[in-house]
């Protein structure tokens, strides 16, 4: 992604038409790397390791909360537990956290944007 890091990636939001081989297609278009979903747009996200997911890395999550109920993290490959600071820092701002692995994530996003949900996804991209 060039140009202008305060600028989406795609200015709403989109399903996830697949993912793999280090990212996401969605929209007509193929993202390398991590990404981050919100309900206005979708963002470049430099998260790789579950393990650095944190409220700053969560910023743009906190930032449009009031338009958010769930926000769904994809893990990678791997298995995740979120700190307890994270979930209640969340939980603070009315968002409830689930986290699975990158494939279902991608698959609950779907089904939940697809349902007019307010729903938010952090997925971190698989090889």
């Given at each position: 992604m060039a140009g202008d890091p305060n600028a989406p990636h795609f200015p709403r939001s989109a399903p996830?038409?697949?993912?793999?081989?280090?990212?996401?297609?969605f929209a007509g278009m193929s993202h390398r790397g991590s990404l981050l979903c919100l309900p206005d747009a979708i963002w470049a996200w430099d998260v790789t390791d579950p393990a650095k997911i944190d409220r700053y890395s969560l910023e743009r999550v906190f930032a449009a909360a009031n338009s958010i109920d769930t926000l769904l993290v994809g893990t990678g490959s791997g298995v995740w537990l979120p700190p307890p600071e994270l979930r209640q820092a969340l939980k603070a701002v009315k968002v409830v956290l689930d986290t699975m692995q990158t494939g279902p994530a991608v698959r609950t996003y779907n089904i939940m944007i697809g349902e007019r949900r307010r729903v938010a996804a952090a997925l971190i991209a698989v090889p």
């Amino acid at each position: 992604m060039a140009g202008d890091p305060n600028a989406p990636h795609f200015p709403r939001s989109a399903p996830i038409d697949a993912y793999g081989k280090g990212g996401f297609a969605f929209a007509g278009m193929s993202h390398r790397g991590s990404l981050l979903c919100l309900p206005d747009a979708i963002w470049a996200w430099d998260v790789t390791d579950p393990a650095k997911i944190d409220r700053y890395s969560l910023e743009r999550v906190f930032a449009a909360a009031n338009s958010i109920d769930t926000l769904l993290v994809g893990t990678g490959s791997g298995v995740w537990l979120p700190p307890p600071e994270l979930r209640q820092a969340l939980k603070a701002v009315k968002v409830v956290l689930d986290t699975m692995q990158t494939g279902p994530a991608v698959r609950t996003y779907n089904i939940m944007i697809g349902e007019r949900r307010r729903v938010a996804a952090a997925l971190i991209a698989v090889p």
